[in-house]
């Protein structure tokens, strides 16, 4: 999958070309990391689960105490912003980030009343994946991040280098494991199935609440595939049937190779072509309104 970042984004109130975007180096996002975001998918022009997404994004700013109003009207910006870059009817994704704005450098909160930062981009998503229907390798390391995980954080550096691990050896993404099991995936949910059941960890301060992950225990109800919100251990890894990720950007991605092992007979197995099939009818109807 391919994504180029449109050339209109909104920023403080106005849609601008981005090449005319200002951020001060004062901006706590900038210095501290202090800020949260949401990528929201689009398909046909249409912001997919904008509900589900506008909830976290809220809920996320409430836990690092900036103040929720920071996330009015966001719909509407991420509309107008999809309408101006040209992608009415264009598959794309939406990158929010809402920071606690720019104040002179000091750990604590600055002066009541400084105006968060709020950034909007969009990016068109080009459909190739072949991963889809091929599966990507996958590789294990430490979960070094922090205790707050449920939080949608820009603080993702762990993430950022597990990931590029994961390049580094040639594959596609890196699985976190805290006290031997499968928290999540760098930037998606993991999920694997075990004798016909979808197994997932369960929600809590250790995974983002996933609105993909949501989406896809809903599809598990309707189609009859037992779910269990309960994790992966590796001890389990060389037993289960099939593994998958999934994310806004990457929807229901077969993991077909961890570490090196096949997952399975090493091939997408049948559970998730079910889920994809079942979420490519779901989007299908996004599209058509
Ligand atoms: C750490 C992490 N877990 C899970 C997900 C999947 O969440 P969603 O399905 O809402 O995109 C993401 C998405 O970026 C993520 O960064």
Redesign the pocket.
């Known amino acids: 999958m391919t994504m180029r970042r449109a050339d209109t984004v909104y920023l403080d109130g106005r849609y601008m070309r981005c090449a005319e975007a200002r951020i001060s180096p004062d901006d706590r996002g900038f210095l501290f990391a202090d800020g949260v975001y949401e990528?929201v998918r689009v398909y046909g022009g249409r912001l997919f689960e904008i509900g589900a997404?506008l909830d976290?994004l809220r809920r996320s700013l409430r836990e690092i105490r900036i103040p929720s109003a920071a996330a009015d009207g966001i719909d509407g910006i991420c509309s107008g912003l999809i309408e101006r870059c040209g992608l009415s009817q264009a598959d794309a994704t939406v990158y929010v980030q809402i920071t606690r704005g720019a104040a002179p450098r000091g750990h604590a909160f600055p002066a009541d009343g400084t105006p968060p930062t709020v950034y909007v981009s969009a990016a068109a998503v080009d459909e190739p994946p072949d991963a889809c229907a091929l599966g990507i390798g996958a590789i294990l390391v430490p979960d070094t991040r922090w205790a707050r995980?449920d939080i949608?954080s820009t603080a993702l550096l762990p993430?950022v280098l597990a990931r590029q691990m994961a390049v580094d050896r040639g594959a596609r993404e890196a699985l976190f494991i805290r006290d031997g099991v499968i928290t999540?995936?760098?930037?998606?949910?993991f999920c694997a199935v075990s004798s016909g059941s979808l197994l997932t960890h369960p929600l809590g301060e250790r995974?983002?609440?996933?609105?993909?992950?949501t989406v896809v225990l809903r599809l598990c109800r309707e189609l009859g595939i037992p779910a269990v919100e309960r994790p992966v251990t590796v001890d389990s890894l060389s037993s289960i049937e099939e593994a998958m990720i999934?994310?806004?950007?990457r929807e229901i991605m077969p993991v077909t190779q961890i570490d090196g092992a096949a997952v399975g007979h090493g091939l997408r197995g049948p559970v998730t072509r079910r889920l994809q099939e079942a979420f490519a009818a779901l989007t299908e109807s996004a599209r058509r309104g």
Not at 207 to 213: A, E, M, Q
Not at 246 to 249: G, N, R, Y
Request: charged share 15%; net charge positive; proline share 4%.
């Open positions: 990528v997404h976290r995980c949608k993430n999540e995936g760098t930037a998606s949910t995974i983002l609440p996933g609105i993909t992950r999934l994310s806004t950007t």
